[in-house]
């Protein structure tokens, strides 16, 4: 069975700073990896994945993650956050037909 | 549309009652997929469909829940004789296929509230 934890409930960040928001996952086969974001009130918006290839994906809003095989994780991170970037963010793992998301991490950023 | 929609967006019914959910997917997705999110927290799979075909209904919690998909396009999730711990978000997904991927794009969601 795979399985992925977010190990923070929540992660706080002063605006400027950088942030990273953490994924660990546990998955029989080669997986794809997803992070989204809700923010209240909304459904989830997919911010990027890592497929194949480069470890380093870029995604939407200057969001970039890095894939670590060894460490089986996926932590999400951005250089300079924004007050606007608080919100409530989700990773993802697949395999095959089997989606399993992470409990998610609530971000807030202080201005 | 431009994005998948959901109606209603807020349902607040009695317990007992049956209720329907609608789901309106991106045109040309071919997976769709329904999930319950309870008071901001993590996602729970209920059911997905390829086509018009359910494969994988192992997510469904007790079977006064069902879902159907016609014509490839709607889904509709009902739950019949709504019990209190039904009150959570329900929320539709689609993707251009059912590969490992594509990324789900989501609804906003329909709050359901059992009085």
């Known amino acids: 069975a795979q399985s992925v934890a977010q190990p923070e409930d929540q992660v706080n960040v002063a605006e400027g700073n950088p942030l990273t928001v953490k994924c660990t996952y546990s998955v029989s086969g080669n997986p794809y990896l997803f992070w989204y974001v809700q923010y209240p009130n909304r459904g989830l918006q997919f911010l990027l994945k890592?497929?194949?290839?480069?470890?380093l994906v870029k995604g939407s809003y200057g969001f970039e993650a890095e894939f670590n095989k060894s460490q089986t994780s996926f932590h999400l991170k951005k250089p300079s956050a924004l007050v606007s970037d608080s919100a409530l963010y989700f990773c993802a793992v697949r395999v095959l037909n089997d989606m399993r998301f992470g409990a998610g991490t609530r971000l807030t950023v202080k201005p | 549309g431009a994005g998948v929609s959901q109606s209603p967006s807020n349902k607040v019914t009695e317990k007992g009652k049956d209720v329907e959910l609608r789901c309106d997917p991106i045109?040309?997705?071919?997976?769709l997929y329904w999930y319950r999110q309870s008071l901001g927290q993590g996602l729970e799979f209920l059911i997905y469909f390829q086509g018009n075909s359910a494969p994988d209904k192992s997510g469904l919690p007790s079977d006064r829940f069902s879902a159907e998909r016609t014509g490839g396009s709607v889904s509709t999730l009902t739950i019949q004789r709504t019990q209190q711990e039904d009150s959570a978000v329900y929320l539709c997904?689609?993707?251009?296929?059912?590969?490992?991927?594509?990324?789900?794009?989501f609804g906003d969601g329909t709050r359901l509230s059992i009085l």
């Open positions: 045109s040309g997705h071919t997976a």
């Open positions: 890592y497929i194949t290839g480069d470890n």
């Open positions: 997904a689609s993707s251009y296929t059912n590969s490992g991927n594509q990324p789900q794009h």
